[in-house]
């Protein structure tokens, strides 16, 4: 403990020595500038002089000037430009005036003058750039400004010269700090709509959410507007000018609309009389606009003095009901429009006493508060209610009365639509987030400017730290769901590792960390276990020792013992010399959404789910973890998986066995002899039986086909069969259908015999609703013959299995780079890696040709025989490595059972141009191999 002592106080001495170096380099170092935005800036607000229209000139002490003026009169500024300013941009910000800006008598920028309008006359707030013409006489300038309003001619805001792109960049960087509040806006805007649909999806109703989420929104595009940038990028000021006006009108009407809904019933008539008002309020501005009458700008205040009565409106309800009722759940939402309209407070008042600046510098931080506050708000609400429920359930569950049973149902439902909702809103939640980390690389590819650069790089960490807290989320769903399931497969340890190894080693590299891999040369190299979750486990740990460990070294290390002939226990451990984890932390580590040592680790990204689901994936493989971790000094994970033994041929070393794993071209597994057993297999596509007789060539299995349900139902009444196959998506009489008739059929001979579907109806919960339709099992297509051999083992008579075993060697290098146009490797990989099999199957597909079938029933829109055409279409590509083709085709089966005849039309001319294509290549290809 005292040795912790020391060390606390060390780091302060450490952190003084570090920020005395930081200040002497800053004292005596001289770099060269390597920013985009290199130049000076000059003022240029002394020696003007206004002139008026009845002829009286005087002198301008400094800008910014500020004087009373009559709307429509004209006033004129002169100065004399220094030669150093020759060939520069002078930049000024003007608010609602024309200009016409002359240089010794030559007109050389305008603002206004010759816009044309379908209704209003407000020429709009700009930030003037005027390049100022290298080559002058005198250099006198002259500016004159006209304004429809009174008072605002006479209003001069402070003048810079710089460079052009100089004076650009400044405008931006003057802006930083209001983008910041403008993205905060945005954010808390995104967070409420989110809130919004959980809340609608869940059914609970939201509560008016959605205006509050859309008042946020536009707040951001108006206070963007006034950062008086946009005209950088599209120069329409009267667009902007139009929108600050709409905005203001609609702000009330939705912050009315959002109040109405969640303030108390005794105070819901004091708002409807307010949402009148506002309503009034807009109809009446946007007559009088587009009428000519009075301009937007004319009745701007009508639209402040709706937000002001609606924020005080709001405090006094938000004040009554505490009062009234002790409701201390508005307090949030109290503080919020409190500071929002402080905020306002102090802009009007500056306004009125300042006369130039930024007068919504106040407002905006106001806004800014608002909207966070009132996102945060909500969030906790939604945490505090979740957290209710779940004390409402433990109570419910100790009552042992009838409630029991209906409060527990009630909780699985709640479970499975939050479930439900987790898996369908993951591709909604990742599509934007790809596209926004798409668009964020073009801008670190295509950007020269080190600092946006850096801010680049910033959002695609955050990007990816939010796609990885999305899949803990969903996997998280999954186990508490129950739907998570354990699928074991045949695998190889070193190319495991080596997976894991080349996923963290950059991660490592940018920390100037050091990983090792060590293993027992003895551990056998070929296991049987759920292979993608053992990765998923290394992979998480991997990742928390990175993230937790500033300097040293991260160790992931592979141990084993025999526990049978065919049994073993695997030993995974990953040690770093991270911050470690204290003894009390420890005992909390791996609970759902916890994250130890928070004040310490607060700027480590994280869900706390992480070691969560590993505990809960390493329990349901049977295994344990167990943790070794000393304070400050680092940690050691440890997973014990029992893992079965395929091969026990040593895996070797490391480095050397994983390079010799990727150059492998062959693979090795148990087949087995079945030449006594008979099966049926029942599909309406040849390819698809061809599949399935090469695939069991081997074994010796004795194989009739039937092209359609009614053969199959008379082929059963005349022979017992050891297995049947039955493909879904039949025409006239699909598999179940045939299933059915089958139990029916008094002649059958097989009613005790295993049927399994065979069938591309690949999603979660298929394969339940098979079952519960009277199938014994299921099988995915296209068919994969480890999963056909792993059927067949587990439902044919043990009498008639031979076991053996062999290799299977891969195809030949090389024998089919010449078909570029597939993904050979699927291709061969549904074809046990035997290259005859893979060109009988090409020859198979394009014998047949479905594009007359396809036509016809496009033509007639017969969606159902169309579907059933695009389905087989996307299993038999798929099989052959056709994978555009089989995906295209997989949404048009998709569009065609949801009746989707737009979507049909879109991309019918496309598939079947992809369809036509293929088949012609593979003619050329296939007449060329049997001519040699």
Partial sequence: MSDMKFFQKAVWLVLGIELCILIFALMTFQVDDMTLSKGKTYDFNQNWTILREDGTIEPIEELPYTSDCKAGETVTIENTIPQEYWGMTLSFLSADKTLEVSVDGNIIYEFGLHDKKAFGHTPGSVTNFIDIPENLTEGKIQIKMTSPYDNYAANVGTMTIARRDTAILLLLKSNLFNFVCNIL?????ILLAFIALVRRTSGKGTDGLEYLCIFCLITCVYYFIETKTLNVFYGNQTIYSMLIFLILMTMPVLMLLYYEQNLLVDFKKRFQVLLILAFLNIAVQLIMQLLNIRDFMDMASFSHGMIFLTIVVGLKSFYDALKKKQDKSFRLEFLALLGMGLGSIFDLIRSYTVKVGDFGKYSRLGMTFFCLVMAGGHILKIARNYSDSLLENARLLKEENEQLVLAKNQALA???????FLANMSHEIRTPINAVLGMDAMIIKESKDQNITEYALDIQSAGNNLLSIIND????????????????????????????????????????????????????KRLYGDEVRIRQIINNLLTNAIKYTEKGQVILSADWKKLSEKKMMLSIAVKDTGIGITEENQKKLFSSFQRVDEKRNRNIEGTGLGLNITKQLVEMMGGTISLESEYGKGSTFSVELPQDIVSEQPMGEFNVNSRNT?????????????PKAHILVVDDVPMNLKVIRNLLKETGIQIDTAESGKQCLEMIKERKYDMIFVDHMMPEMDGVETLYAMKMEARNQNIDTPVIMLTANAIMGAKEEYLQEGFS??????????????????YLPDELIEK?????????EGALDELTFLDTETGMAYCAGMEEMYVEMLATYLENDRQKALTEYYQSMDLDNYRIQVHALKSTSLTIGAVTLSKLAEQMEHA???????????????MMHQYIELLEKLKIWLEKRRAL
Avoid at 485 to 502: A, K
Avoid at 662 to 674: D, L
């Fill in 414 to 420: 709640a479970n499975e639509a939050k479930s439900s």
């Fill in 777 to 794: 099992g299921y099988l995915s297509k296209p068919v994969r013959e480890q999963e056909l051999e792993k059927t067949l083992l587990e």
């Fill in 804 to 812: 053996e075993d062999a290799d299977i060697p891969a195809a030949p």
């Fill in 185 to 189: 806006m945005l954010i808390s805007g």
């Fill in 662 to 674: 990727m150059e492998s071209a062959k693979s090795s597994h148990k087949i087995f002899r079945a």
């Fill in 896 to 910: 065609a059972k949801e009746g989707n005849v737009d979507f049909i039309k879109t991309h019918q001319d496309e």
């Fill in 473 to 524: 989320i969903l996997d998280f769903s999954k186990i508490e769901s129950g739907k998570m399931e354990i699928i074991p497969v045949e695998y190889e340890l070193s190319s495991l590792l080596n997976d894991s190894y080349n996923m963290i080693f950059m991660r490592a590299k940018e920390k100037n960390l050091g990983i090792q891999v060590k293993n027992d040369k003895t551990i056998p």
